[in-house]
């Protein structure tokens, strides 16, 4: 058989059977998932704890405005002094007591509405209470002004602009968010299966050294072969274990729920709600129509093809540094001093996508990060589903790969030299002479 | 005598060290040939070229009539000093995929490796990861998977460190069993009593050049100079003792005996016959003892290593 393919076989034997990889992929969604659900859990076990708020109210201005919800009920109190209220709430631990006091109009009232509770209240119920009051003293004023609300409401007016590309394309700023997420998760995607196989592959070339098995491999293939299969075979691992992770979240969080029966929209704090509802009064069919357009408005195509390409490029190169830092060292403690330059433009390159594109996609900044061949696979990621030209792609792919190629090239230099040098240890300088060698 | 592995004026350097300047050995078909040398000589680099794992920067190597290819790589079986094995891969995965690696089908290697396994008694740790083996078990498996394919060439470093006395003869069986089958052997080693007992040829390296070579036999004859080991029972020992000294070289000698005897390693003149010293010690007393000295391999390496130095 093909050595290579071998070699490959090896490498993802190994690491599929291995104890820790299988426990980690099983591990893992299991771990996100049911942390995701105890959140939604004690949210809603937040929520289920009715709030008694009482209402003292002397002014008479806000009869019956409050409306009990599941969450939280109001109760009306009057006769007595608001010493007696408070007492009263507090020994039966109320949440809390609104108290709106007596005064000569409701600008006066206004200012002197008090809320009492036994610590700070949650922001959000006292926002909920706020509009309340709100509402009701604008339309009082309205009447007392001779306004009639009714032509208020008429005269409101919202707008949102149509937007439109120069080509005649229509955008939207739903459809801006899912760019932005289409591209964000392909980048921090890369960036993840960078970071966590990168590192397998280097502890797998630091393996080979420390058993010292390095020397008779070599004498039978070619270490430019081993170096490739090592990489292959860790990648396939690693798809694996993402796919895995994939299927099994995705089941997971179908099936979590309905065994606890955890309501996961609980998750949905009132402010969010309360934009969709505003968001709901144009339909909420009509939202997700729209929603649906502008994913299928998306260079779907474009964005596969490109995320495949610029996936295996940056990976690659990325993989084969890791290759190298693995063989020029001894041991995995001795790795330090080489992960920076690594990590320091992957991380650059996932701050220069999150913060620039999504300011301005086709800004200086963020053109010239997309042709750097260390950035460039993040930060092309998150433009392109917001339409970057094709040669500007083209180029960027072609400067990616030609650096690939220099990359593995530098790599296998370090790492012929490298898997053979026993209890050395490496610097930058001696690194550099090795490539002479 | 036609030679397996001929390597021509080999040059290396590694930078600014010279590894190897402009070495040359010739290892006849069906010998066992010590490769010595000091630590950090050279010895390592010129065995790396020999299976193609560095290239050499001048020079080329011959094998069996053809200049070396990349898949010549299957007829070479290396045993690396810093060898080891995948610590946590079953130990008959592991030694199915080395063997794969040098170009045997996944069948062959199967059934050679149930030969060398029960001839090696070591049948029942086919499942076992090497990390449960000791370091001798592993050091067996080794041996196994460098003699598997059946190689013109077996390159062998140190192959004996690691085995305790017993498995140690055992490998040294086996190695002599390989040549009398038809193998040609490479051996480095420090240890000198198994050059002397194994090597045909040796060649010495010292600091990167090739100081000497050629059949040991031959060599010890170059090195041996006329020097005898004697035993003296003589009734005047002062005399005997001044009058010796004032002919021939002479150093005191220590080598067992029962007799309370004068010893002396004496140094006698080229043209001098050994029948010469021994009339002239009989004219002193009784000889109880009289031995050449043959140098052994390893005054050859210290005296020359030395001289070089």
């Known amino acids: 058989m093909n050595h290579l393919s071998l070699i490959i076989k090896r490498e993802y034997y190994t690491k599929v059977k291995n104890k820790s990889f299988i426990i980690m992929t099983f591990l893992t969604p299991i771990i996100m998932v049911g942390v995701f659900s105890l959140v939604a859990y004690l949210f809603s076990l937040n929520k289920n704890t009715a709030r008694e708020i009482t209402i003292l109210d002397e002014s008479g201005y806000f009869g019956n405005n409050f409306e009990s919800t599941e969450y939280t009920t109001y109760t009306y109190v009057s006769g007595k002094t608001l010493g007696e209220v408070k007492k009263q709430s507090e020994e039966e631990e109320n949440y809390g007591l609104l108290y709106i006091p007596k005064a000569d109009n409701i600008d006066a009232v206004a200012k002197q509405i008090t809320f009492y509770s036994e610590d700070s209240p949650s922001p959000n119920l006292m926002i909920d209470i706020e509009n309340v009051l709100e509402k009701e003293a604008r339309s009082l004023k309205y009447k007392e002004a001779n306004i009639d609300p009714a032509l208020i409401e008429e005269m409101r007016i919202s707008i949102t602009a149509n937007q439109e590309t120069y080509q005649g394309e229509e955008t939207s700023k739903e459809g801006s968010v899912i760019k932005l997420i289409f591209g964000g998760l392909a980048g921090y995607l890369l960036f993840m299966f960078i970071i966590i196989y990168g590192n397998m592959i280097m502890r797998s070339v630091i393996e080979e050294k420390t058993s010292r098995i390095i020397e008779v491999i070599v004498s039978s293939v070619k270490p430019i072969k081993l170096l490739l299969g090592k990489i292959i075979g860790t990648s396939l691992a690693g798809v694996t274990q993402f796919l895995m992770w994939t299927i099994l979240i995705g089941v997971l969080m179908t099936v979590v729920p309905l065994i606890f029966g955890i309501d996961l929209d609980a998750m949905q704090t009132p402010q969010q709600e309360a934009l969709a509802q505003v968001a709901g009064e144009g339909g909420v069919e009509n939202k997700i129509a729209t929603l649906m357009m502008e994913v299928y408005n998306l260079p779907l195509l474009n964005l596969v093809i490109m995320f495949l390409l610029f996936f295996i490029g940056g990976y690659l190169l990325y993989a084969s540094l890791y290759a190298a830092i693995g063989a020029a060292v001894d041991s995995e403690t001795d790795t330090q001093q080489f992960m920076m330059p690594i990590l320091l433009p992957l991380i650059l390159a996932v ?20 042709y750097i061949p260390f950035t460039s696979p993040v930060v092309m990621l998150m433009r392109i589903p917001f339409g970057v030209p094709i040669w500007q792609q083209v180029l960027s792919v072609v400067i990616l790969f030609g650096t690939f190629i220099g990359t593995v090239w530098f790599a296998a230099k370090i790492y012929r030299v490298g898997i053979l040098m026993y209890g050395k240890k490496a610097s930058y300088k001696e690194l550099l002479k090795w490539l002479k060698y | ?82 060898r080891g094995l995948y610590k946590s891969m079953k130990v008959g995965e592991q030694a199915l995929y080395l063997a794969q690696l040098k170009g045997l089908s996944k069948s062959e290697a199967k059934a050679k490796l149930k030969y060398w396994f029960d001839r090696l008694e070591i049948g029942d740790w086919w499942n076992k990861k090497i990390q449960e083996l000791s370091k001798g078990m592993a050091q067996k498996i080794q041996f196994v998977v460098t003699v598997l394919h059946e190689p013109k060439l077996l390159i062998f470093d140190e192959p004996f460190s690691g085995f305790d006395p017993i498995n140690a003869n055992l490998i040294k069986d086996e190695i002599l069993k390989l040549r009398d089958d038809g193998a040609t052997v490479i051996f480095s080693t420090h240890r000198m009593e198994s050059v ?75 043209d001098t016959s050994s029948n010469e010293l021994l009339q002239y010690l009989a004219s002193l007393g009784q000889i109880t003892h009289f031995n050449e000295v043959i140098p052994t391999a390893n005054d050859i390496f210290i005296e020359t290593v030395n001289k070089n130095n």
């Open chain 2, 196 to 270: 002397e007992e194994m090597c045909d040829h040796i060649a010495l390296i010292n600091r990167s050049k090739k100081i000497l070579d050629g059949k040991l036999i031959d060599i010890k004859r170059a090195y041996q100079n006329n020097t005898f080991d004697v035993g003296l029972i003589a009734a005047n020992r002062q005399e005997a003792s001044g009058l010796l000294s004032e002919k021939f070289n002479v150093q005191p000698a220590s080598f067992k005996s029962i007799n309370d005897d004068l010893k002396y390693r004496i140094q006698i003149a080229p």
């Open chain 2, 1 to 82: 005598m036609s030679k397996l592995l001929v390597a021509q004026n080999i040059s290396k350097n590694f930078g600014e060290f010279k590894a190897l300047d402009d070495v040359s050995i010739e290892v006849p078909k069906g010998s066992i040939f010590g490769l010595l040398g000091p630590n950090g000589a050279g010895k390592t680099t010129l065995i790396r070229i020999i299976n193609q794992i560095t290239m050499p920067d001048q020079g080329k190597v011959i094998l069996d009539g053809e200049p070396l290819r990349p898949d010549h790589i299957k007829n070479i079986g290396y045993l690396p000093e810093e």
């Open chain 1, 351 to 370: 701050y220069v996508g999150i913060f620039t594109v999504m300011d301005n996609p086709h800004g200086t900044v963020a053109q010239v990060f997309s």
